[in-house]
């Protein structure tokens, strides 16, 4: 209702909508319509005053991007979005490899080796980088995710880390990732009840090492 008298305020004084100040609540509520129905957004602006679609992928371009990369801000985000839906009791994570069709990638940085991104300086140097045959792509994504052990409704997995790997990656190289991730989300205040996987045998040793170590 806000943003509705706000409009005929501005209308009676014969402004237009440039400039327009949106309640935050329901800038957030339009930005989450938008996201799941540009189709119903079109049909809400028909009758409140709501952001455009151009207007909402600006501001949705200006956003902090996620990181590709396990780091400290991966962690903080996962807290920080679980604290956004109330959510206090331990969590669950799991762990699950996809296959992949090999290939590298650019958006500012080089995506799909198993070393991680790589960024490039100069734009020029992006073919030579992707035919590198010494830069090793990877078969495989090795996805972590946290979910609620009691099923909630609006609550979907959240990615931790998608790394690649390949298809000989073993144990002892993935060890280092697995108790990044799960350190780092005791270290938050992020509780864990439990850990799943598929029950490969390269997942399984890791949980015996883990749990020697």
């Not at 329901?26 to 799941?36: M, Q, R, W």
């Not at 956003?63 to 903080?76: G, M, N, R, S, Y």
């Not at 090793?136 to 972590?144: E, I, R, S």
Request: some cysteine; hydrophobic content about 40%.
């Amino acid at each position: 209702m806000e943003a509705a008298l706000k409009k005929v305020d501005q209308t009676e004084r014969g402004k237009g909508m440039q400039n327009f100040k949106y309640a935050p609540a329901f800038d957030e509520f339009v930005a989450i319509l938008y996201s799941h129905s540009p189709h119903t957004h079109t049909w809400l602006s028909q009758h409140f005053p709501a952001r455009t679609h151009r207007s909402l992928r600006t501001q949705q371009s200006h956003a902090p991007k996620l990181p590709v990369e396990i780091c400290e801000a991966t962690f903080t985000w996962a807290k920080q979005y679980l604290e956004s839906l109330n959510i206090s009791d331990p969590v669950a994570i799991a762990c699950d490899d996809t296959k992949l069709f090999s290939s590298l990638g650019f958006a500012i940085s080089l995506f799909g080796a198993i070393d991680g991104p790589r960024e490039i300086l100069d734009i020029k140097n992006v073919r030579e980088y992707m035919n590198d045959s010494n830069i090793t792509k990877g078969t495989k994504v090795t996805n972590t995710l946290l979910y609620n052990p009691i099923p909630l409704p609006g609550f979907a997995p959240i990615i931790i880390a998608a790394l690649p790997i390949t298809d000989s990656c073993g144990a002892d190289a993935l060890l280092g990732p697995h108790k990044q991730i799960i350190f780092s989300l005791l270290q938050v205040g992020i509780a864990l009840a439990s850990y799943f996987c598929d029950g490969t045998e390269t997942e399984r040793k890791i949980q015996h090492i883990f749990e020697a170590t």
